[in-house]
């Protein structure tokens, strides 16, 4: 089976190394050379602190990398039999690509969505084959993280929900049923909590002091605050917002330092500046 995945970002090509890990001859492909050079670059750097920390030999590790391919040509998903699209979450964007792929991919290849709250029926709406098109929400680090959310448009099929449903197991993923509606279930409920964190440091209470608490209070892995520099804050911001116009609910407002940190490009880790600052 062979799988392709659009967008050489952090879940894009998160979910690469994870379909390559699974024994899946696996192409990644997004528009930008660079990206993918960026992208390459940090899986090579993951595998030699796992090699060196002897999760992983080298000899697993050079297997996995040469099941991964790389292309910025769409044409290069005409051979696969499962689409994962991850480009960013904007719904032009996602249209658009689906557009791109109904040209290309086999009449019977499933074209998932790793939208994390976007509408399955909508991105259906603009292939010829609204049938094949569901959702698969990853959660980063896609290698990772065990869940996958599994979401169904109005015209996504049974046949093609059993494939993507087996298709998640086989990468090791546990998978939920969850509605479509914004947010689905997990950033409908982790992403207003963050979005609370958020109001909490504009009104003047530290990152640290928020983060420990969450930390000790209710044993997550991270505090919110670092949570949101981890994922970044422009996708946050961006799921908050989904909710925000998508329940047209006020209860969703996203905070405005979210706001105001976006615009300075305060992004979280990946920028070297979010909640915290980084090396
Ligand atoms: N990509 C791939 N693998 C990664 C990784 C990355 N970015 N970051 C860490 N890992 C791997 C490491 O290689 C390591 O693997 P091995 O054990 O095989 O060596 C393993 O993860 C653990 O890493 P570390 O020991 O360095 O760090 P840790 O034990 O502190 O765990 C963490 C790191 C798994 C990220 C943990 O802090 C955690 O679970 N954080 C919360 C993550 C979370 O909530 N994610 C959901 C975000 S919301 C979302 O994704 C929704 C959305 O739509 C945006």
Same mark, same amino acid.
Do not use: M, Q, V
């Given at each position: 089976m062979k799988i392709a995945v659009i967008g050489a970002g952090l879940m894009g090509s998160g979910i690469t190394q994870q379909c390559a890990q699974a024994g899946f001859s696996t192409v990644n492909i997004d528009a930008f050379a660079a990206a993918q050079e960026k992208a390459k670059a940090t899986l090579a750097a993951l595998f030699e602190r796992k090699v060196a920390k002897g999760r992983l030999t080298t000899e697993e590790a050079d297997a996995i990398l040469s099941r991964i391919s790389y292309s910025t +040509?769409?044409?290069?998903?005409?051979?696969? +039999?499962i689409v994962i699209e991850a480009v960013p979450e904007k719904i032009d964007l996602k249209k658009a690509v689906f557009k791109q792929l109904d040209a290309v991919c086999k009449a019977e290849a499933l074209l998932l969505s790793n939208t994390s709250g976007l509408s399955i029926s909508e991105i259906g709406s603009v292939t010829k084959r609204p049938q094949q098109v569901m959702g698969t929400h990853f959660f980063y680090p896609a290698p990772v993280m065990k869940l996958v959310e599994l979401i169904r448009g109005l015209a996504t099929s049974d046949e093609v929900y059993t494939q993507a449903k087996a298709f998640m197991h086989s990468l090791g993923k546990t998978t939920v049923d969850a509605p479509e509606y914004p947010g689905f279930i997990v950033n409908r409920i982790l992403v207003p909590m963050q979005n609370e964190a958020a109001y909490m440091v504009m009104e003047g209470c530290s990152p640290e002091d928020v983060d420990t608490a969450m930390k000790l209070g209710t044993n997550m892995p991270m505090g919110p605050c670092e949570l949101t520099d981890f994922v970044g804050i422009d996708v946050m911001l961006a799921t908050m917002t989904g909710l925000y116009e998508g329940f047209h609910d006020s209860k969703y407002r996203p905070c405005p330092l979210l706001e105001r940190m976006v615009k300075a490009g305060r992004l979280g880790r990946k920028s070297g500046q979010g909640f915290y600052t980084y090396k």
């Open positions: +040509d769409y044409a290069a998903a005409g051979e696969a +039999d």
